[in-house]
């Protein structure tokens, strides 16, 4: 069974260096859903550290990560130091079963207008799994609202790190309509006076917003 992946490469090397990246891999054999110098990502969350980001969808995991390995032309990310190189798989076409359909996807929500979307991406550890989830009572009602779903969620740490470290257990990438949509959904008081509180002493998150190349997403 084909299990699309996201590659998502993330650096402190030099702009110029990361323009040569994207130039080299171009056709790097999956679709490109974002490409962002690090003046042009979003932190929403305080402590939240914009990097020069690729992502790029691959057919399967095994793809994703021979292209990282095989075709991927890197050598320019290497300094100061190496990138981080994560493969995360998409959330399903078909969404998740029907036990977890309360989580907004692309086969249960609507995707807005056609045209290139907002995307956050999320990472970090919660310690309190309850207050996690009455969070998530909150926020996910008010994506579906904002027509947003996730690409990817990954709530267990299911991540392959190809290249730099990362330890993190939740990963998500949201995917939203426009840029307004995902400001409106961060601004709401319901989320900054009822959800944000439930997390803030039992983890710590990084939340960046940067704008994908294509509506495929």
């Given at each position: 069974?084909?299990?699309?992946?996201?590659l998502?490469v993330?650096t402190?090397?030099?702009?110029?260096?990361?323009?040569r990246?994207?130039?080299?891999?171009?056709?790097?054999?999956g679709?490109?859903?974002?490409a962002?110098l690090m003046?042009?990502i979003?932190?929403l969350e305080?402590g939240?550290?914009?990097l020069?980001t690729?992502?790029?969808?691959?057919p399967?995991m095994?793809?994703?990560?021979?292209?990282?390995?095989?075709?991927?032309v890197?050598?320019d990310l290497?300094?100061?130091?190496p990138p981080?190189?994560l493969?995360a798989?998409?959330?399903?076409?078909e969404?998740?079963?029907s036990t977890?359909d309360?989580?907004?996807?692309?086969?249960?929500?609507?995707?807005?207008?056609?045209?290139p979307?907002?995307?956050?991406l999320i990472?970090?550890s919660?310690?309190?799994q309850?207050?996690?989830?009455?969070?998530?009572?909150?926020i996910?009602?008010?994506m579906?609202a904002?027509?947003?779903?996730?690409?990817?969620?990954e709530l267990?740490?299911?991540?392959e790190?190809?290249s730099?470290d990362?330890?993190?257990?939740?990963?998500?990438?949201?995917?939203?309509?426009?840029?307004?949509?995902?400001?409106?959904?961060?601004?709401d008081?319901?989320?900054?006076?009822?959800a944000?509180?439930?997390?803030?002493?039992?983890g710590?998150?990084?939340?960046?917003?940067m704008?994908?190349?294509c509506?495929?997403?």
């Open positions: 069974m084909a299990d699309p992946t996201y998502i993330r402190t090397a030099p702009a110029a260096a990361f323009k990246f994207l130039a080299a891999n171009n056709a790097c054999g679709v490109i859903s974002a962002s003046h042009e979003v932190a305080p939240s550290q914009p020069h690729w992502i790029a969808l691959f399967s095994e793809e994703a990560k021979r292209a990282w390995a095989d075709r991927i890197a050598g290497e300094k100061p130091c981080l190189a493969a798989r998409a959330v399903p076409a969404g998740f079963p977890m309360f989580v907004p996807t692309r086969r249960n929500t609507d995707p807005g207008p056609t045209q979307p907002t995307l956050l990472e970090g919660a310690s309190d309850g207050r996690m989830d009455k969070y998530r009572d909150i996910l009602p008010m579906k904002h027509r947003s779903y996730y690409i990817v969620f267990g740490g299911n991540v790190v190809l730099g990362w330890s993190e257990a939740i990963f998500a990438i949201s995917r939203w309509p426009t840029r307004e949509a995902a400001l409106g959904f961060w601004h008081p319901t989320y900054q006076d009822e944000i509180p439930l997390r803030l002493d039992i710590k998150f990084s939340v960046l917003m704008t994908g190349e509506d495929d997403v």
